[in-house]
Structure formats: structure tokens, C-alpha cells
T-cell receptor, first 115, second 107 residues
Framework: DAGITQSPRHKVTETGTPVTLRCHQTENHRYMYWYRQDPGHGLRLIHYSYGVKDTDKGEVSDGYSVSRSKTEDFLLTLESATSSQTSVYFC??????????????FGNGTRLTVT | RKEVEQDPGPFNVPEGATVAFNCTYSNSASQSFFWYRQDCRKEPKLLMSVYSSGNEDGRFTAQLNRASQYISLLIRDSKLSDSATYLCTSGTYKYIFGTGTRLKVLA
């Protein structure tokens, strides 16, 4: 299995508080991704990174920010959590971009509940 | 309209049956396509890549139709253990997933 660790695995927080989720990889892969998964919506891309300090928005980026200061770490921050951000968050990594890309490999997920 | 679309199912099939899923994508610039399997409350796991010429892995066959912009997954001789949600994705370095197709294989 790809070396991807997400932390925390579970978190309960209150509306309006900041929350940071961490994704750590030991594969030295260039691409990292944050998705959220909700019933009826499937996996939706929040943000992704194509290198250190290089990030871009996905499908549902409002209310989220990311940072990647090192190859191995990709942080997802909810500046002021809302109940609509209650979800399961998955981090994924990929070795390369361009044609015939290498596939994504996912972490175990973080279950976030905003009360 | 979502960029990648799948029939959510569920597809209920008896053991031993053949079942096929389609997945349509709207971004004609997409260069890579994959099928993932996801079990309840688990992370998605790569099932297979989808190549232009089509590819097979045991009981699983994947096809790509660029002209009609869809990919397909065929499962032959279904097993109880194939019960899961199957997700398709397409992209170049920005991967968009379908909502998934739920498969239940019945004894």
C-alpha cells in the first residue's frame, strides 16, 4: 500500500472553529489531492497540488484553503468550519501527470463532524 | 451537468452473472482513465487503468471509447465479494470522479 497517512482519523468540532487536516506521504510523489465524499455526491475534488507551493482549485474549493511547504505534506484548512463541511475527507497522491498518468492512491480518510 | 457521470444503481445481480457499467466524461482533453472499487466506509482502491486499446485483468475488462466519450467496466462470473461501489475517474492531472455505481451480487 502507498505510504499515505491522514490525521486525525476522526474529528468533531464546533461551527466557526478553524480545522486543519494533514496528509503525509512517504512516496515522494509530486501530485497530492484533497477530496470530500458525501452521500449522493461521490468524491469531489477540493484542491490539488502539483509541487511544493503549487496548488490549484478543484470542484468545491469555497471555504477551504491548502498549503504544501514540503513534498511530503499537504494540509487542508477549514478557516471557519460550517455544518455543510461535515464529510469524509480523503487525501490522494499520484506520481506523475501528463498522458498515461499514474493512478491516484488514497489515504484512509478523515471523518469530520461539525456541530 | 457533472463532468463525469455514472448510473448510481444499485445493480443487483446473481452470482455468476456478467454485469457492465458505463461512465461518461465531458472533458475531451482527459488523457487518463481509471476504475476504482470502494467498500463501505473504506478508501477507494484502484481496480484497473483503462487503456485506449482496452484491457483485461482476470474477470474484469475495461474499454475506452473516445469518440463517444465513455469508459466501461465489464465483470464476468460475478462473485459475492465483488459487491462494492465502482467509481470511474478521468483527467490529466486534475481527476474528477463519478458518483459511483453500487453493485450487489446476490447468492
Amino acid at each position: 500500500d502507498a505510504g499515505i497517512t491522514q490525521s486525525p482519523r476522526h474529528k468533531v468540532t464546533e461551527t466557526g472553529t478553524p480545522v486543519t487536516l494533514r496528509c503525509h506521504q512517504t512516496e515522494n510523489h509530486r501530485y497530492m489531492y484533497w477530496y470530500r465524499q458525501d452521500p449522493g455526491h461521490g468524491l469531489r475534488l477540493i484542491h490539488y497540488s502539483y509541487g511544493v507551493k503549487d496548488t490549484d482549485k478543484g470542484e468545491v474549493s469555497d471555504g477551504y484553503s491548502v498549503s504544501r511547504s514540503k513534498t511530503e505534506d499537504f494540509l487542508l484548512t477549514l478557516e471557519s468550519a460550517t455544518s455543510s463541511q461535515t464529510s469524509v475527507y480523503f487525501c490522494a497522491i499520484s506520481e506523475s501527470g501528463g498522458p498515461y498518468n499514474s493512478p491516484l492512491h488514497f489515504g484512509n480518510g478523515t471523518r469530520l463532524t461539525v456541530t | 451537468r457533472k463532468e463525469v457521470e455514472q448510473d448510481p444503481g444499485p445493480f443487483n445481480v446473481p452470482e455468476g452473472a456478467t454485469v457492465a457499467f458505463n461512465c461518461t466524461y465531458s472533458n475531451s482533453a482527459s488523457q487518463s482513465f481509471f476504475w476504482y472499487r470502494q467498500d463501505c466506509r473504506k478508501e477507494p482502491k484502484l481496480l484497473m487503468s483503462v487503456y485506449s486499446s482496452g484491457n483485461e485483468d482476470g474477470r474484469f475488462t475495461a474499454q475506452l471509447n473516445r469518440a463517444s466519450q465513455y469508459i466501461s467496466l465489464l465483470i464476468r462470473d460475478s462473485k459475492l465479494s465483488d459487491s462494492a461501489t465502482y467509481l470511474c475517474t478521468s483527467g490529466t492531472y486534475k481527476y474528477i470522479f463519478g458518483t459511483g455505481t453500487r453493485l450487489k451480487v446476490l447468492a
